[in-house]
């Protein structure tokens, strides 16, 4: 599916089956996303330093490529209106 709205399934029956219609229900059809890649720098980073954590959300579709427009501001892709959530992939970061 690649459009929002309601949908219902019908059945034209057969020789054995009648023909059946379901009743309808919306469907809000979003993006698949992943992460394509995740990095916490700079490694080592002294206690009480800070890090930058950058990367890049990808959305599938016929052909892969950067989500448009979609900003991420934390290491969690919680979703949105239009694209799914992302699991966490994990950046170890070594501290001293």
């Given at each position: 599916?690649?459009?929002?709205?309601?949908?219902r399934?019908r059945?034209?029956g057969?020789?054995?089956?009648?023909?059946?219609?379901?009743?309808?229900?919306?469907?809000?059809?979003?993006?698949?996303?992943?992460?394509?890649?995740?990095?916490?720098?700079?490694?080592?980073?002294?206690?009480?330093?800070?890090?930058?954590v950058?990367?890049?959300?990808?959305?599938?579709?016929?052909?892969?490529?950067?989500?448009?427009?979609?900003?991420v501001?934390?290491?969690?892709?919680?979703?949105?209106?239009?694209?799914?959530?992302?699991?966490?992939?994990?950046?170890?970061?070594?501290?001293?």
């Amino acid at each position: 599916m690649k459009q929002d709205g309601h949908w219902r399934v019908r059945y034209l029956g057969s020789a054995t089956y009648m023909p059946l219609v379901s009743g309808s229900d919306h469907i809000d059809v979003k993006y698949q996303t992943s992460w394509y890649s995740l990095n916490a720098a700079p490694e080592p980073v002294e206690k009480g330093g800070t890090i930058r954590v950058t990367g890049r959300l990808y959305r599938w579709r016929d052909v892969a490529g950067p989500a448009p427009n979609a900003p991420v501001y934390m290491a969690s892709y919680k979703g949105s209106g239009t694209y799914d959530a992302s699991d966490t992939r994990a950046d170890y970061v070594d501290v001293r």
